[in-house]
C-alpha cells in the first residue's frame, strides 16, 4: 500500500461526532450473534418495531464508532453483496486477531478466499457473516 498523506496530515475540517455504518438484513439474531458472541462487539444499543424495523447496534473501537444491522417487517431489500464488500478489523498482534479466528471457527466459520491478494499478502484472514458479506481480520494495522 501506498500511503499518500499520513493521520496527522488528514484534514480536520471535517467534525463529525459520531459514525455509524447500516446495513439491512433478514437474519437480525443471526447477524448479532456473529458480530456480538462471536467477533466479540458489545451490544450498545437495540429497539424493536420502531416504523417496523428492529435493530441492534454494535460497538466498535473508539467511542464514536458503531454497526447498526436492522430488519423489517415486509423484509430486506438488500443487494447480495459482493467479495469486496468489506469490513476490515486491524488488531494489535497476532495473538489478539487468532483469538478471534479460534471463537470463529468454534461457531463453526471457516476462512474464504479474499478476492484481493493484498489481503493474503499482509497475513489477514477473511470470513463471511450469516448474510455472505466479509469480515477481514487483520493482525496489525497499516499506519
Not at 7 to 32: I, K
Not at 101 to 130: I, K, M, Q, S
Amino acid at each position: 500500500m501506498v500511503m499518500t498523506t499520513t493521520p496527522a496530515e488528514w484534514p480536520s475540517g471535517l467534525d463529525v461526532a459520531q459514525v455509524r455504518v447500516a446495513r439491512p438484513t433478514d437474519r437480525l439474531a443471526e447477524v448479532e450473534q456473529f458480530y456480538a458472541e462471536v467477533i466479540g462487539l458489545p451490544v450498545i444499543g437495540r429497539f424493536e418495531n420502531h416504523a417496523g424495523y428492529d435493530g441492534v447496534m454494535l460497538g466498535l473501537p473508539g467511542t464514536g464508532h458503531h454497526l447498526e444491522f436492522t430488519s423489517h417487517a415486509d423484509g430486506s431489500p438488500c443487494p447480495a453483496p459482493t467479495a469486496e464488500n468489506l469490513l476490515v478489523l486491524y488488531f494489535h498482534g497476532d495473538a489478539r486477531m487468532y483469538d478471534v479466528v479460534e471463537r470463529l471457527a468454534e461457531a463453526g466459520h471457516e476462512p474464504v478466499p479474499a478476492e484481493n491478494p493484498y489481503w493474503a499478502g499482509v497475513g489477514a484472514l477473511t470470513f463471511e457473516d450469516p448474510d455472505g458479506w466479509r469480515v477481514v481480520l487483520v493482525p496489525a494495522p497499516v499506519f
